[in-house]
């Protein structure tokens, strides 16, 4: 069985809620973060959406690509 390529529309007389779109993460240089993995860091460099600069602290810093699931704005 394969998956739909398009999402079923929400009818307005469902007794089940719509599903709710996730909220696009938007980081600016000097944010606070934390990773799941990598622990504590603050942005450095924001590259339109594509990946995120932050510095954990531990050398260089690390690009994280988008969408960011693992990371969260302190």
Known sequence: MTKPAVSKR???TSPF???VAPAAK???PGDPVT????????V??????VAVLVDFGSGAP?????PYAKMTKL
Do not use: N, T, Y
């Open 10 to 12: 929400h009818l307005p």
């Open 17 to 19: 809620k719509a599903p």
């Open 26 to 28: 938007h980081f600016a």
């Open 35 to 42: 990773h799941d993995v990598h622990g504590l860091g603050r």
């Open 44 to 49: 450095v460099d924001v590259e339109d959406g």
């Open 62 to 66: 690390m690009r994280i690509l988008s």
